[in-house]
């Protein structure tokens, strides 16, 4: 699986060290490749209407760790510097990154069933960060559980529900570069535990050059979170994807 990602965020900054009057707003994008993941299913159990499977896999760091970009600092206005006037900084911040700059495991086991028109299941996976990057510092290792439920309206067409929850551990270690006071500068403020629903729909080639083919998209929100220090807070995501089958 290739990644494109695009990582936007909006951000408020205050005049001063520890003002409270507003000096302005800025966005802040990175956009390119992400990591890719190479997986595989093993299958463990099957029969008509049960299948089991263990999920081997590994991220390969080909994402990026070393995006700059620019800010719009406290201290806008002084040093020379016009008053809305951003300023280029070596690094972004941790999020901002494209990539994890590890090789990861990726272990996980699934199951499924189906009885006519409906299909189910449940997985668990995780992510194991196996070194530290070459920046000094590894991501989180993470644990997922979720389930789902769809229904085959026709052959091609089908919609599904799925609960999904997640628990996401700290950065370790620290990149030298990824300075500043914006709080996702720094690795204390990264981990979170989240519980998600997501609501999907899913067409399937039947017939000639399409057989075979899938395209999937599937929106999610939040139903809990808790995150370590100071974060930003998820609002919804969107996930669209291509699927062939050979």
């Known amino acids: 699986m290739l990644n494109y990602r695009i990582n936007e965020m909006k951000l408020l900054t205050y005049k001063g060290s520890t003002g409270t009057t507003q000096l302005g707003r800025f966005t802040g994008r990175t956009e390119g490749l992400g990591d890719t993941k190479l997986s595989a299913m093993i299958r463990l159990y099957d029969d008509p209407v049960n299948h089991i499977h263990f999920n081997a896999g590994v991220s390969v760091p080909t994402g990026s760790i070393n995006r700059k970009g620019s800010v719009l600092p406290p201290f806008a206005g002084l040093m020379g510097t016009g008053p809305n006037e951003r300023v280029d900084i070596d690094r972004l911040a941790y999020p901002m990154q494209l990539g994890s700059g590890t090789f990861d ?12 028109a409906f299909r189910w299941g449940a997985q668990m996976s995780a992510v194991l960060r196996m070194h530290d990057n070459r920046e000094g510092y590894r991501l989180g290792n ?3 559980g979720m389930g789902w439920l769809s229904y085959e309206w026709m052959p091609a067409l089908s919609t599904s529900v799925r609960l999904s929850g997640k628990s996401e551990g700290r950065i370790r270690g620290r990149d030298k570069v990824i300075t500043g006071g914006m709080p ?11 519980i998600d629903l997501h609501l999907g729909f899913n067409l399937a080639g039947q017939d000639g050059a399409l057989r075979g083919h899938r395209l999937a998209l599937e929106v999610g929100v939040p139903l ?12 919804w995501s969107f996930t669209l994807g291509w699927q062939k089958a050979f």
């Open 105 to 116: 495991a990726l272990p996980g086991i699934t199951y499924t069933g189906h009885s006519g």
């Open 142 to 144: 993470s644990i997922e």
């Open 184 to 194: 996702l500068s720094y690795a204390g403020n990264s981990g979170r535990d989240e």
């Open 224 to 235: 809990y979170e808790r995150v370590n220090g100071l974060q930003m807070s998820n609002d």
